[in-house]
């Protein structure tokens, strides 16, 4: 019902920059949560950032003060300008959207991308 395109992974040196896109498609009325989740190789899933409906922010530690995150609700797409980066911050980048409600249902579910691979070389 709902599908995620995610873009913008790639590889790129220390210290440059990129951006993430993903874009929510099918026939939604609201999402509550739009975000973004890492995968290193060998580590567990984390979160990197995510925010609100009301336009409320978290990010990890190891990202504040160099990622930025932001979302176009008439467009139901979120974006990470990722500056600054870092080989630790190689993984797949998967987008997360939480509590989206469709058309015609009072369902609230949660919908993964398939991932983009970021990889940062020194």
């Known amino acids: 019902q709902v599908q995620l395109v995610e873009s913008g992974g790639g590889l790129v040196q220390v210290g440059g920059s990129l951006r993430l896109s993903c874009a929510a498609s099918?026939?939604?009325?609201?999402?509550?949560?739009m975000g973004w989740y890492r995968q290193a190789p060998g580590k567990q899933r984390e979160l990197v950032a995510a925010i609100t409906s009301g336009a409320s922010t978290n990010y990890a530690d190891s990202v504040k003060g160099r990622f930025t995150i932001s979302r176009d609700n008439a467009k139901n797409t979120v974006y990470l300008q990722m500056n600054s980066l870092k080989p630790e911050d190689t993984a797949v980048y998967y987008c997360n959207v939480a509590g989206v409600r469709v058309v015609s249902s009072i369902r609230r579910d949660d919908y993964w991308g398939q991932g983009t691979q970021v990889t940062v070389s020194s």
């Open positions: 099918g026939r939604i009325v609201s999402i509550n949560t």
